[in-house]
Protein backbone atom coordinates (compact mmCIF):
# COMPACT_ATOMS: atom_id res chain seq x y z
CA UNK A 1 0.00 0.00 0.00
CA UNK A 2 0.98 3.43 -1.04
CA UNK A 3 -0.36 6.64 0.78
CA UNK A 4 0.88 9.41 -1.26
CA UNK A 5 0.41 13.79 -0.38
CA UNK A 6 -2.96 12.79 1.61
CA UNK A 7 -4.70 15.83 3.80
CA UNK A 8 -7.37 15.55 5.80
CA UNK A 9 -9.89 18.33 7.31
CA UNK A 10 -12.69 17.89 9.86
CA UNK A 11 -14.52 20.95 9.10
CA UNK A 12 -12.27 23.80 9.04
CA UNK A 13 -9.69 22.18 10.88
CA UNK A 14 -6.77 20.59 8.71
CA UNK A 15 -6.21 17.24 10.95
CA UNK A 16 -3.28 15.72 8.92
CA UNK A 17 -1.14 17.22 6.17
CA UNK A 18 1.40 15.91 3.25
CA UNK A 19 1.38 12.54 4.43
CA UNK A 20 3.17 9.69 2.52
CA UNK A 21 4.20 6.23 4.09
CA UNK A 22 4.22 2.68 2.43
CA UNK A 23 3.59 -0.61 3.78
CA UNK A 24 5.20 -3.74 2.05
CA UNK A 25 3.82 -7.36 2.19
CA UNK A 26 4.30 -9.10 4.93
CA UNK A 27 6.08 -5.60 6.84
CA UNK A 28 4.80 -4.69 10.59
CA UNK A 29 5.07 -0.96 10.01
CA UNK A 30 4.50 1.63 13.40
CA UNK A 31 2.66 4.98 13.53
CA UNK A 32 4.03 6.27 16.72
CA UNK A 33 3.29 10.04 17.89
CA UNK A 34 1.21 11.33 20.65
CA UNK A 35 -1.75 11.86 21.30
CA UNK A 36 -3.66 13.89 18.88
CA UNK A 37 -0.96 13.87 16.62
CA UNK A 38 -3.21 12.29 13.70
CA UNK A 39 -2.50 8.58 13.55
CA UNK A 40 -6.17 7.40 13.84
CA UNK A 41 -6.78 9.75 11.56
CA UNK A 42 -4.17 8.31 8.82
CA UNK A 43 -5.90 4.61 9.50
CA UNK A 44 -9.29 6.27 8.86
CA UNK A 45 -8.68 7.94 5.76
CA UNK A 46 -6.73 4.56 4.45
CA UNK A 47 -10.20 2.39 5.57
CA UNK A 48 -12.76 5.03 3.95
CA UNK A 49 -14.43 6.27 7.47
CA UNK A 50 -12.83 9.53 6.84
CA UNK A 51 -12.54 11.77 3.28
CA UNK A 52 -9.41 12.53 1.53
CA UNK A 53 -8.95 16.15 0.32
CA UNK A 54 -5.63 15.71 -1.24
CA UNK A 55 -3.22 13.00 -2.47
CA UNK A 56 -4.21 9.22 -3.26
CA UNK A 57 -4.21 6.16 -1.30
CA UNK A 58 -3.10 2.85 -3.48
CA UNK A 59 -3.36 -0.82 -2.66
CA UNK A 60 -2.58 -2.95 -4.95
CA UNK A 61 -2.45 -1.18 -8.03
CA UNK A 62 -6.25 0.55 -6.99
CA UNK A 63 -6.95 4.13 -6.38
CA UNK A 64 -8.95 3.83 -3.10
CA UNK A 65 -10.01 7.36 -1.93
CA UNK A 66 -13.60 7.17 -3.46
CA UNK A 67 -14.84 4.17 -2.78
CA UNK A 68 -16.75 3.28 1.10
CA UNK A 69 -15.45 1.60 3.35
CA UNK A 70 -17.46 -1.69 2.65
CA UNK A 71 -16.03 -1.69 -0.57
CA UNK A 72 -12.48 -1.39 0.49
CA UNK A 73 -12.50 -4.18 3.37
CA UNK A 74 -13.31 -6.30 0.44
CA UNK A 75 -10.19 -5.25 -1.46
CA UNK A 76 -8.47 -6.72 1.41
CA UNK A 77 -8.18 -3.93 4.29
CA UNK A 78 -9.63 -4.20 7.68
CA UNK A 79 -9.37 -2.52 11.09
CA UNK A 80 -9.18 -3.19 14.36
CA UNK A 81 -9.98 0.24 15.77
CA UNK A 82 -9.10 2.59 18.88
CA UNK A 83 -12.06 2.18 21.72
CA UNK A 84 -12.55 -1.45 20.22
CA UNK A 85 -16.30 -0.86 19.66
CA UNK A 86 -18.02 -4.05 19.76
CA UNK A 87 -21.14 -5.22 19.75
CA UNK A 88 -21.28 -5.49 23.77
CA UNK A 89 -24.02 -7.70 23.78
CA UNK A 90 -23.19 -10.23 21.24
CA UNK A 91 -21.33 -13.29 22.25
CA UNK A 92 -17.37 -13.63 21.08
CA UNK A 93 -17.88 -15.84 18.12
CA UNK A 94 -21.27 -13.47 16.93
CA UNK A 95 -18.84 -10.66 17.29
CA UNK A 96 -16.21 -12.67 15.24
CA UNK A 97 -18.98 -13.55 12.57
CA UNK A 98 -19.83 -9.92 12.45
CA UNK A 99 -16.56 -9.61 10.91
CA UNK A 100 -17.07 -11.92 8.06
CA UNK A 101 -20.18 -10.44 6.84
CA UNK A 102 -18.59 -8.19 4.32
CA UNK A 103 -18.06 -10.00 0.24
CA UNK A 104 -16.48 -13.27 -0.09
CA UNK A 105 -15.14 -13.32 3.92
CA UNK A 106 -18.79 -15.04 4.66
CA UNK A 107 -18.33 -18.41 2.82
CA UNK A 108 -15.26 -18.94 4.24
CA UNK A 109 -16.31 -18.26 7.72
CA UNK A 110 -16.15 -21.64 9.29
CA UNK A 111 -12.70 -22.16 8.07
CA UNK A 112 -11.77 -17.91 9.59
CA UNK A 113 -12.97 -19.13 12.78
CA UNK A 114 -11.01 -22.19 13.28
CA UNK A 115 -7.88 -20.32 12.38
CA UNK A 116 -8.54 -17.57 14.37
CA UNK A 117 -9.58 -19.66 17.90
CA UNK A 118 -6.19 -21.19 17.03
CA UNK A 119 -4.44 -18.05 17.13
CA UNK A 120 -6.76 -16.57 20.11
CA UNK A 121 -7.54 -19.93 22.03
CA UNK A 122 -8.71 -17.90 25.27
CA UNK A 123 -11.60 -16.52 23.15
CA UNK A 124 -12.06 -20.05 21.87
CA UNK A 125 -12.77 -20.74 25.72
CA UNK A 126 -15.25 -17.75 25.67
CA UNK A 127 -17.17 -17.62 22.34
CA UNK A 128 -20.51 -18.47 24.23
CA UNK A 129 -19.44 -15.33 26.68
CA UNK A 130 -21.16 -11.77 26.43
CA UNK A 131 -18.54 -9.51 24.62
CA UNK A 132 -19.07 -6.93 27.75
CA UNK A 133 -18.32 -9.89 30.32
CA UNK A 134 -14.83 -9.59 28.62
CA UNK A 135 -11.45 -8.70 30.41
CA UNK A 136 -10.15 -5.45 28.79
CA UNK A 137 -7.28 -7.61 27.26
CA UNK A 138 -9.76 -10.24 25.75
CA UNK A 139 -11.77 -8.03 24.07
CA UNK A 140 -8.48 -6.26 22.80
CA UNK A 141 -8.28 -9.95 21.62
CA UNK A 142 -11.40 -9.93 20.36
CA UNK A 143 -11.51 -6.49 17.94
CA UNK A 144 -8.10 -7.86 16.90
CA UNK A 145 -9.87 -11.25 15.72
CA UNK A 146 -13.07 -9.70 14.52
CA UNK A 147 -10.76 -7.82 11.66
CA UNK A 148 -8.66 -10.56 10.33
CA UNK A 149 -12.26 -12.51 10.21
CA UNK A 150 -12.76 -10.29 6.74
CA UNK A 151 -9.17 -12.28 5.46
CA UNK A 152 -7.27 -8.84 5.11
CA UNK A 153 -4.15 -8.42 3.29
CA UNK A 154 -3.45 -5.54 5.24
CA UNK A 155 -4.65 -5.18 8.87
CA UNK A 156 -4.64 -1.79 10.61
CA UNK A 157 -4.33 -1.85 14.18
CA UNK A 158 -4.93 1.21 16.20
CA UNK A 159 -4.00 1.82 19.92
CA UNK A 160 -4.04 -1.76 20.73
CA UNK A 161 -2.50 -1.07 24.21
CA UNK A 162 -4.38 1.83 25.34
CA UNK A 163 -5.78 0.93 28.48
CA UNK A 164 -4.16 -2.77 29.17
CA UNK A 165 -1.79 -3.54 32.12
CA UNK A 166 1.74 -3.47 30.39
CA UNK A 167 2.16 -7.42 30.66
CA UNK A 168 -1.40 -7.91 28.72
CA UNK A 169 0.07 -5.17 26.51
CA UNK A 170 3.01 -7.51 25.90
CA UNK A 171 0.74 -10.56 25.34
CA UNK A 172 -1.37 -8.30 22.61
CA UNK A 173 2.02 -7.52 20.93
CA UNK A 174 3.40 -11.32 20.94
CA UNK A 175 0.39 -11.70 19.07
CA UNK A 176 0.88 -9.18 16.48
CA UNK A 177 4.21 -10.62 15.74
CA UNK A 178 2.57 -14.04 15.47
CA UNK A 179 0.10 -13.03 12.71
CA UNK A 180 3.40 -11.03 10.94
CA UNK A 181 4.46 -14.09 10.97
CA UNK A 182 1.16 -16.07 9.39
CA UNK A 183 1.72 -13.91 6.74
CA UNK A 184 -0.13 -10.61 7.72
CA UNK A 185 0.66 -6.93 6.67
CA UNK A 186 0.23 -4.60 9.55
CA UNK A 187 -0.21 -1.01 9.52
CA UNK A 188 0.07 -0.43 13.24
CA UNK A 189 -0.47 3.07 15.57
CA UNK A 190 0.09 2.95 19.04
CA UNK A 191 1.04 5.57 21.75
CA UNK A 192 3.75 3.57 23.41
CA UNK A 193 6.93 3.86 21.02
CA UNK A 194 9.26 1.41 22.58
CA UNK A 195 6.24 -1.31 22.07
CA UNK A 196 6.07 -0.63 18.57
CA UNK A 197 9.55 -0.03 17.53
CA UNK A 198 10.54 -3.31 19.60
CA UNK A 199 7.91 -5.33 16.57
CA UNK A 200 7.78 -3.39 13.63
CA UNK A 201 10.55 -3.07 10.58
CA UNK A 202 10.37 0.56 9.91
CA UNK A 203 8.16 3.26 11.57
CA UNK A 204 6.92 6.57 10.88
CA UNK A 205 6.84 9.53 13.50
CA UNK A 206 3.56 12.07 13.45
CA UNK A 207 3.30 15.02 15.06
CA UNK A 208 1.14 17.76 14.49
CA UNK A 209 -0.69 15.81 11.61
CA UNK A 210 2.60 15.39 9.61
CA UNK A 211 5.51 12.89 9.40
CA UNK A 212 8.56 14.54 10.82
CA UNK A 213 10.78 10.70 11.03
CA UNK A 214 10.81 8.07 9.41
CA UNK A 215 13.41 5.16 8.92
CA UNK A 216 14.23 1.55 10.52
CA UNK A 217 12.59 0.68 14.03
CA UNK A 218 15.88 0.05 15.16
CA UNK A 219 17.53 3.35 13.66
CA UNK A 220 14.83 5.15 15.34
CA UNK A 221 15.08 4.09 18.43
CA UNK A 222 18.94 5.35 18.73
CA UNK A 223 17.82 8.16 17.73
CA UNK A 224 18.92 11.11 20.49
CA UNK A 225 15.50 13.08 20.10
CA UNK A 226 13.46 9.85 19.64
CA UNK A 227 15.33 7.99 23.10
CA UNK A 228 14.34 11.34 24.60
CA UNK A 229 10.59 12.87 23.94
CA UNK A 230 9.65 8.75 23.11
CA UNK A 231 11.20 6.35 25.10
CA UNK A 232 12.22 8.54 28.41
CA UNK A 233 15.84 8.00 27.76
Known sequence: MKVSDVEVWYGKVRAVSDISLEVNKEEIVGLVGPNGAGKTTILKAIIGVVRVAKG?????????????????IKKGIAIAPEGRQLFPFLTVEENLLMGAINGEAWGKRLETIKFVYSLFPRLSERRNQLAVTLSGGEQQMLTIARALMAKPKLLLVDEPSLGLAPKIALE?????????????????????????????DRAYVVENGRIVM?????????DERIRRVYLGL
Not at 56 to 72: A, G, V
Not at 172 to 199: C, H, M, P, W
Not at 214 to 222: P, R, T, V
Open 56 to 72: EIIFENERLNDFETHEI
Open 172 to 200: IYKLLEKLRNEGITILLSDQNARRVFEIS
Open 214 to 222: QGKSSELKE
